[in-house]
T-cell receptor, first 110, second 112 residues
Framework: RKEVEQDPGPFNVPEGATVAFNCTYSNSASQSFFWYRQDCRKEPKLLMSVYSSGNEDGRFTAQLNRASQYISLLIRDSKLSDSATYLC???????????FGSGTKLNVKP | EPEVTQTPSHQVTQMGQEVILRCVPISNHLYFYWYRQILGQKVEFLVS????????KSEIFDDQFSVERPDGSNFTLKIRSTKLEDSAMYFC??????????FGPGTRLTVL
């Protein structure tokens, strides 16, 4: 089983829509989770950290569900500039090792 | 805003040659990482480095790979004898606490 799994998408949504992505992780001991966005051929950029139940930053909300071992990212009022690939990351059994999902592609259309 | 820098942005090399990829982490950060991303695939962990030693490495990080922090600012990844399948984007990242990681812009390595 992969350490971190994501739906690859793409999610095609109109501007202004609300969209949610899920990410499942296999290591129940993981304490730290992260959402990154990655634009084409660029580096991952940190969007949010999720340590406990959740985190909110403007239009972005991340939730953690430990019982079901998944984290989610909700984007409200989507903008064209939100179009990117969203990567989920989790710390592994050894806390110095990090696992990334394959990413979920979001296309926001006018 | 402080950022991680990497050089070169693109490196082309012949199979069997040695390459050194360079990174300057954010200055007060203590944890350093190398990742690779083959085109169209996911970001893969290679190695983490803390307190001047490797803290964890993946199965990919075999004897052909090594890391160094030679002078307190640079963090390098050396590939001793490159193979075609080493062609990828290599990202360096740094972290203050070992949690949030900030990535550099990457070095695109092409092995011919």
């Amino acid at each position: 089983r992969k350490e971190v799994e994501q739906d690859p998408g793409p999610f095609n949504v109109p501007e202004g829509a609300t969209v949610a992505f899920n990410c499942t992780y296999s290591n129940s001991a993981s304490q730290s989770f992260f959402w990154y966005r990655q634009d084409c051929r660029k580096e991952p950029k940190l969007l949010m950290s999720v340590y406990s139940s959740g985190n909110e930053d403007g239009r972005f909300t991340a939730q953690l569900n430990r019982a079901s071992q998944y984290i989610s990212l909700l984007i409200r009022d989507s903008k064209l500039s939100d179009s990117a690939t969203y990567l989920c990351a989790a710390q592994g059994r050894n806390f110095n090792k990090f696992y990334f999902g394959s990413g979920t592609k979001l296309n926001v259309k006018p | 805003e402080p950022e991680v820098t990497q050089t070169p942005s693109h490196q082309v090399t012949q199979m069997g040659q040695e390459v050194i990829l360079r990174c300057v982490p954010i200055s007060n950060h203590l944890y350093f990482y190398w990742y690779r991303q083959i085109l169209g695939q996911k970001v893969e962990f290679l190695v983490s480095f803390y307190n001047n030693e490797i803290s964890e490495k993946s199965e990919i990080f075999d004897d052909q790979f090594s890391v160094e922090r030679p002078d307190g600012s640079n963090f390098t990844l050396k590939i001793r004898s490159t193979k075609l399948e080493d062609s990828a984007m290599y990202f360096c990242a740094s972290s203050l606490s070992g949690n949030e990681q900030f990535f550099g812009p990457g070095t695109r390595l092409t092995v011919l």
